[in-house]
């Protein structure tokens, strides 16, 4: 009414032109046909007019005669402005103006022509009508309305009551009964009634409820009653009242209502004879009732659940027993609660098939409420039936399956039936919904709807994108079924394992992704939403305690079966509990294992679900409480996945991208699984306890590998590792695994290092490590040739583009190289069908040449270019790319595996219990074996005979050396040997044995002792900087280096043979190259002994500071290293002893600090004390021809020691030779100026060794000791024996044999101590050199005299040797300390006098006596045969007179190091493994005394010493020889000095 359809312009010209526009908007209207709004507009239009004449802005007669035109507009129009003047008359009522109420008055009056009085007294009020004179009085007419509507309204009819009249009421119900098979319609039968009713007066209300009765009678008849009923009724609310009044009769106790009454009610419903509203207010129970019942439910099941699942005391039990016992009596007492009136209808319309009315009730309950009655639930299952019958004979129907036939519902108004996919969206996704977990009532129908799953997933799978859309929406669909219908539903089946099947051939069909999700949901949600469902959980869970607590290998068998029985249906909750039980208790696995044969495939998957979700599970932590070992669940989780993956067929993607995503996250921890895995189902084990014939065996081919190379004889691998190969290639997780592992081997202390322990943050870095080594192995062995080139990249991609570590990136790449090589050699052969070995030696060289000439040229890109100065990349590229199966065939191994192979054939023929087909098959097995390991033994050597001919025609353009030796030898080992002897225990190996190859192949510019001893004197950082695992493979590798140095030592025709005429061995390099026959280069025999002595006495000092240190990591890891050398070393009893000193000091301190470093001690201390036997003395290792040597005391020379070096006995002894052997050369006119470019090679010394043997407290106590309590502190010794004793007393004995004026002299010193003793020679030796300048005896030029001479002042020259050398070694030690190189090459120092120039050649001085008795060979062929006697005679006193000498520097040297405070320590370790003639203690005491000696002085020595040692004059080049050298000495003291103080502050 609010609406202005009148313009204000109308009203002010009415007359003129507002008259005509307002009939012609009115025409307008009623013509309008918008169903009633016309009438809504015409009404406001005719309200507005009127109002402004109550208003007066009309007049009362030009409005009158516009609304008596309006009336002709239709028959309405008078009721329409009755309604008008109605409204005006309640609005002007409660107005106070008069005149508005007068205005309204005669409106109405002048409409009384045209506007009916009838209808005016039904809308006006009775006032209003005494107003206009319509009625007398307003009372009077009032109680008249009273009186009649009591009369319509409230006066009974009387009709003919039942009782009264019957004869009506039996003539009704038998028309209502008769026969209607015949022509009866509901109109005829209606027609009777009718006339009954008036005959007999019966009441019309009472005939409809005869009419209900006896159609509740034939509910058959629903098409006749129904139509009758629909013709009868007037009014839907009457009968929906009388059906109202029947149900509530049946809400009393103990009714029950009848099934036809629902049935009546719901067909009525259907055909929209009742609404569903009016009935539904008069069921029972009322909706909060409902609500209530439900609520209760889940309560109950909760606290039935916890009851089940606590521990509960038996008296309790008992009271709990009573209790419920008395329960039940008072709910027998009580009476039995009336029918559920609404599921009972609820029923009645699904069985009739109607939908939409069942969806609303079931709408108005709890979720599941209404199906968790199994009726219902049927019901819905037979309408789901119906449903889905056509598109299921279409497309889900397997092969050879007929099915039942479902007869469709009469009902025409019922769901249609599906006939495709997209027709299930309809209503059966819907249905499907409201069943829930309670389709388990109908096994059949589940089936049914898995099958069509399938038939849709094979269809979306075939699909060629054309309605992509369409398909997604349906499979949501079908994803959304599964998780809210089928997975509920198989939890409240009883263990159907068929319907697993059923439900796994849909679920594999999924990706992994979304059947995960899929277990989730069904895991930690579904249980929670259903009363039946946790109660379910909580007899699961009871059930699997009770099955786990008895689960024992014995009986495996009935404990799988109950099992199996119970995964079936709920195998997330039994898997969750057994995984708990089995991280708590690890030796639960193998039972555990093995009890799940009876699982179906469903099961399986939902484990690895399950173990996965373990795994991450957030709330465990996965390292220990002291955060250096990973926890037990997760070691336990990891054997569980080896073990269950590898015995059943269970898809390991999901696990596979799990530990992928970890490495993303930058977490290694689960590394640990996938290396349980690959060790299980690929039998690939990684562990560096292997024995040496299980290495041995690992270098061979892949028969003998997983013949003898693993501790268990890993068997029926080949599907596991089938399956593992096939889930890695399917979801590409083969490379990005191996890059992953890599990269965070390389940044596990950077992301995982943070605040964690040390040895946690190794133990990482080697599971990763071994885990990348493991994983790499098992790609190289299982993928084709095809697969695995197609996904390892270029070695230059790998570590440029993806940042992978070298040592991976060829680690990956090896195996291509090798296929690659293979493949190309057999093209070549088969091109060409030459059968000659030299032909296809060639071939092979060729293939090898174009395989790896884009590898060489990619390798240029890895490393600065200065690196390629010295190494070519084609050495680089080999080293790299080649394996132990390249270079060795391992026989012994192969023989090994054959025997064990023939010994298995004769037990089993020797077995009689071994029935005869079995036998067969186990000979047959053994045999096959045997010739399979036979013939890769063949195809090996081959194969090695290949690549070692391809080597020997490479070798020569290996090293180009354009800077040094020594340079050469530190790039191969930087960039080769330490990152590949450290990656895996047969590169260790393979490292070793490639050193010894070049050795073999008389490489050029490879110096075999350099690196040795470069290998050998530089431990200390390489051990501190190891983990555990890498302290493993480089003692393997330690032991092999030692094993062939130990080969050449302990006999001198292999040493000959294998040494003796090799470059590696030559201690003078010639620019022009190499001269191996001239015997004078080489390193001989004896003087090779001495040098492995040093390296023995370098291991001792290397290993007593490790273990001095107190770091964890250093005592660990050099144990370790101990642990795996102790075949070859120590094999120098007092090198020995002072390790074992050492040693028993960490157990003793480490007891009960540390376990782990306590039991790696111990075990090395026992298997130390083992190895006693078979160690020597020390005179024995390396002077065999001498008797033993007077040692003090019998002193340890050792680091275990007083502090005294090991070295110092054959320093002395080198010295004394040096100075012969150089004052020979001299005489000869034979000097050889050595390069200053070359200088480095021969003298590489650093700083890795400083202090390390002043940190013994041996060296300590000795500081504080007096001269005088010397003697009885090395009785003390660890290290004093009474087997040195004795060769002390003998060795004394000797002594006092020599000449009178020896014997004179020792008389005379032993009264004051020795290290007074040799202070005081040497300095009367200075002085008389020094001040003379000259020679004192000239030297004769004769061999005999030299020999004399060279004895005899082997002891008077040492002081001035000393003083000239020790700037010059100082000069070589601060160039060194600047080097790169952590190695420490002392045995190779030159200790020459005179100056290094660029363009000379290099002599490596290995000093000893017995290389100065290898230089006077030679000349010594020339004389005649009958010297020989007094040549024999001069060895003997020159020896005799080298003892001396040695007797007297250590005791200097004691002296000294009781002295020397600050100030010695770097400098003495560094002359200490000095191999020359210099004595550290004359040296360093010179030093102190006189830091900034003149070059005079020094000059003067230099000279006296050549005028000693040789008998011609020197040349001119010898003399600018000096002079440069004397400028070079003056410096040497002052930049000596410098050297000092930075040690002390290193210090």
């Known amino acids: 009414m609010a609406t202005l359809l009148l313009p204000a312009e109308w009203i002010k010209n009415w007359e003129k032109s507002g008259k005509h526009e307002f009939v012609q908007l009115c025409k307008e209207l009623t013509e309008k046909t918008n169903h009633g709004s016309e009438i809504k507009d015409i009404q406001a239009a005719l309200y507005e007019l009127c109002s402004h004449v109550v208003l007066g802005s009309l007049k009362v007669d030009l409005v009158a005669s516009v609304l008596g035109e309006m009336m002709e507009l239709g028959d309405d129009m008078s009721s329409i402005l009755a309604d008008v003047f109605s409204i005006l008359d309640l609005e002007t009522s409660a107005l106070e103006e008069k005149n508005k109420r007068e205005h309204y008055t005669q409106l109405v009056l002048a409409c009384l022509n045209f506007v009916p009085e009838v209808i005016l007294k039904e809308r006006l009020d009775p006032e209003t009508l005494e107003s206009l004179g319509l009625i007398k009085q307003a009372h009077q007419f009032n109680q008249k309305i009273v009186k009649i509507k009591t009369k319509l309204f409230y006066k009974q009819q009387k009709f003919n009551l039942l009782r009264e009249e019957n004869e009506g009421y039996a003539k009704l119900i038998t028309e209502l009964g008769q026969d209607l098979s015949g022509n009866i319609t509901s109109h005829i039968v209606l027609e009777s009634i009718k006339s009954l009713i008036g005959c007999f007066n019966l009441d019309p209300n009472r005939v409809l409820d005869i009419i209900l009765e006896v159609y509740e009678s034939r509910s058959d008849q629903d098409e006749f009653f129904l139509s009758l009923i629909k013709s009868y009724m007037c009014e839907p609310l009457t009968l929906c009242h009388i059906l109202g009044f029947k149900f509530k009769f049946y809400q009393e106790p103990n ?198 799953g399938k038939g849709f997933m094979k269809e979306y799978q075939n699909d060629t994108k054309s309605d992509k859309d369409r398909l997604e929406t349906l499979l949501s669909c079908f994803l959304s079924i599964s998780d809210q219908v089928l997975l509920p539903s198989l939890s409240l089946m009883e263990c159907n394992a068929c319907m697993s099947e059923e439900l796994w051939g849909l679920f594999k069909l999924f990706p992994y992704q979304h059947r995960y999700r899929l277990y989730g949901q069904w ?107 990973i926890s037990s669940w997760l070691q336990s989780l990891a054997s569980l996945c080896g073990a269950v993956f590898r015995k059943y067929p269970i898809e390991l993607a999901g696990l596979l991208q799990y530990v992928t995503n970890q490495l993303k996250a930058g977490k290694s921890f689960d590394l640990l699984i996938l290396k349980e895995v690959v060790q299980k189902m690929a039998g690939i084990e990684i562990t560096d306890e292997m024995t040496s014939e299980q290495l041995e065996a690992m270098t061979g081919g892949e028969q003998l590998k997983a013949e003898g190379g693993y501790f268990g004889q890993i068997r029926n691998t080949k599907k596991s590792s089938q399956r593992l190969k096939d889930a890695l290639l399917e979801h590409d997780l083969a490379l990005p695994l191996c890059l992953l592992m890599a990269q965070q081997r390389n ?84 091109a060409d069908k030459g059968n000659r070995q030299q032909q296809k030696i060639h071939k092979y060289v060729a293939a090898c040449d174009q395989v790896m000439s884009p590898v060489h040229e990619a390798v240029v890109s890895l490393h600065a270019t200065r690196v390629w100065e010295d190494m070519r990349p084609h050495f680089y590229v080999t080293f790299w790319s080649l394996s132990m199966y390249d270079l060795a065939v391992p026989h012994a191994a192969y023989e090994r595996e054959v025997n064990k192979l023939k010994v298995q054939i004769k037990a089993i023929e020797d077995n009689p219990e071994i029935p005869m087909n079995k036998k067969k098959k186990e000979k047959e097995r053994c045999t096959a074996l045997q010739e399979k390991l036979q013939e890769e033994e063949k195809k090996q050597a081959e194969h090695v005979q290949r690549v070692l001919h391809r080597l020997k025609l490479e070798k020569d353009n290996w090293l180009l050396a354009r800077s040094t030796k020594n340079e050469t030898i530190t790039k191969f080992l930087q960039l080769c040997l330490f990152p590949r002897c450290i990656f895996s225990s047969i590169d260790a190996v393979y490292c070793a044995h490639f050193v ?156 009960d600090k540390r376990p782990d470093l306590y039991a790696l001690a111990m075990g090395y201390s026992g298997r130390l004390k083992i190895q006693k036997v078979h160690m020597v003395p020390e005179n024995e290792f390396h002077h065999k021809e001498q008797p033993a040597r007077a040692t003090p005391s019998g002193q340890q020379n050792g680091p275990g020691g007083s502090g005294k070096p090991a070295t110092s006995t054959n320093k002395t002894d080198d010295g004394a030779s040096e100075d012969g052997e150089r004052s020979k050369e001299k005489s000869q006119g034979t000097s050889k100026p050595v390069g200053k470019a070359n200088s480095t090679t021969a003298k590489v010394t650093t700083s890795n060794g400083n202090g390390a043997v002043n940190s013994t407290k041996g060296v300590k106590d000795d500081k504080e000791k007096s001269g005088k309590e010397k003697k009885e502190k090395k009785e003390k010794t660890p290290g004093s024996t009474p087997e040195l004793k004795s060769e002390l007393r003998r060795e004394k004995h000797r002594d006092e044999r020599t000449g009178k004026e020896e014997r004179a002299t020792r008389e005379g010193k032993e009264k004051t101590p020795k290290a007074e003793r040799v202070k005081t020679e040497d300095k009367n030796a200075k002085d008389s050199k020094a001040g003379n300048g000259e020679p004192d005896v000239p030297r004769e030029s004769k061999s005999k005299e030299k020999d004399r001479i060279t004895a005899a002042t082997s002891l008077k020259m040492t002081i001035p040797r000393s003083e000239s050398a020790e700037s010059e070694r100082d000069h070589k030690r601060r160039k060194l300390d600047s080097h790169s190189s952590p190695s420490h090459s002392s045995s190779v120092k030159d200790n020459s006098t005179e100056l290094k120039e660029t363009t000379s050649k290099q002599h490596i001085n290995y000093n000893s006596v017995d290389r100065s008795k290898s230089r006077e060979r030679d000349p010594e062929k020339k004389e005649s045969p009958g010297r020989m006697k007094e040549k024999k005679e001069e060895k003997d006193r020159k020896e005799r007179k080298r003892d001396y000498v040695v007797n007297d520097h250590e005791a200097s040297l004691e002296a000294k190091r009781r002295k020397d405070e600050n100030g010695t320590n770097s400098s003495k370790t560094n002359k200490s493994t000095s191999p020359s003639s210099d004595s550290p203690l004359s040296t360093e005491k010179e030093k102190s005394k006189r830091p900034k000696s003149s070059s005079k002085e020094k000059g003067e020595s230099l000279k006296a010493e050549r005028t000693s040692t040789g008998g011609k004059k020197e040349s001119r080049h010898d003399k600018d020889k000096s002079e440069k050298k004397e400028k070079r000495d003056s410096t040497g003291g002052k930049e000596e000095k410098k050297h000092h103080k930075s040690s002390d502050k290193h210090r």
């Open 523 to 629: 895991k930690n949600e579904t249980y929670l939403s259903h009363p039946l469902l946790v109660k379910v959980k909580a007899q699961t869970i009871e059930r699997a305690r009770y099955i786990m607590k008895r689960l024992t290998k014995e009986n495996v068998k009935q404990s799988g079966r109950q099992i199996g029985k119970l995964s079936h249906s709920n195998p997330t909750i039994l898997f969750d509990y057994m995984l708990s039980q089995i991280q708590w208790y690890d030796n639960l696995i193998v039972p555990v294992v093995d009890s799940l044969k009876f699982l179906t495939s469903l099961n399986y998957d939902v484990l690895a679900y399950c173990i996965i979700e373990a795994l991450a599970n957030p709330e465990k932590e996965k390292m220990k409480h002291d955060d250096t070992t």
């Open 747 to 830: 940044g596990v202390v950077f992301l995982e290092g943070g605040e964690n322990h040390l040895k946690l943050v190794g133990h990482l870095y080697d599971q990763c490590h071994d885990t990348l080594v493991q994983f790499g192995g098992f790609l190289a062995s299982n993928l084709s040739t095809e697969d695995y080139i197609k996904r390892v990249p270029p070695i230059d991609v790998l570590c440029n583009q993806f940042h992978t570590p070298h040592d991976a990136a060829f680690f990956l790449s090896r195996p291509m190289y090798a296929h690659h090589i293979l493949s190309k050699y057999d093209e070549l052969k088969k």
């Open 996 to 1151: 010894e190859l070049i050795h073999q192949q008389k490489t050029p510019n490879f110096c075999t002792l350099l690196c040795y001893d470069r290998v050998f004197s530089a431990i200390i950082y390489t051990v501190a900087s190891c983990t555990e695992n890498e302290s493993h493979r480089f003692g393997r590798f330690l032991c092999c280096m030692l094993e062939t140095v130990t080969r050449w030592h302990s006999d001198r025709a292999t040493y000959e043979k294998e040494c003796g005429n090799y470059p590696g061995f030559v201690t003078i390099f010639r620019s022009t190259g190499f001269d191996g026959g001239n015997k004078a280069d080489q390193l001989d025999y004896e003087n090779f002994r001495h040098v492995v002595h040093k390296w023995h006495y370098m291991l001792t000092k290397a290993s007593v500071h490790c273990l001095e240190t107190g770091d964890y990591t250093h005592i660990r890891n050099i144990i370790i290293v101990l642990t795996k050398i102790l075949p070859c070393y120590p094999k120098v009893l007092n090198l020995g002893q002072a390790l074992e000193c050492r040693v028993h000091k960490i157990c003793l301190e480490e007891k």
């Open 255 to 452: 009714e029950e209502t009848p099934k036809s009454l629902y049935h009546i009610a719901a067909a009525l419903l259907h055909h929209n004879l009742i609404q569903l509203e009016d009935l539904y207010v008069h069921l029972m129970p009322l909706d909060s009732a409902i609500i209530e019942e439900h609520k209760r439910d889940i309560s109950e099941a909760k606290q039935i659940a916890r009851k089940l699942v606590m521990v509960v005391l038996p008296s309790e039990k008992n009271e709990d027993k009573d209790k419920d016992k008395d329960k039940d009596k008072d709910d027998d007492k009580n009476e039995k609660p009336p029918d559920n009136q609404k599921l009972g209808l609820l029923e009645a319309l699904l069985r009739i098939g109607d939908w939409p009315h069942s969806k609303c009730i079931m709408d108005q309950m709890p979720s599941f409420y209404a199906t968790s009655h199994k009726a219902i639930a049927l019901a819905l299952c037979r309408l789901v039936h119906l449903t889905v019958e056509p598109l299921y004979r279409r497309a889900g129907v397997p092969k050879g399956a007929r099915g039942r036939v479902m007869q469709p519902l009469r009902n025409k108004r019922a769901p249609r039936p599906a006939e495709t996919f997209e027709d299930l969206r309809r209503d059966t996704f819907s249905m499907l919904g409201y069943l829930g977990p309670h389709l388990s009532h109908d096994p059949v129908l589940l089936a049914k709807i898995v099958r069509l």
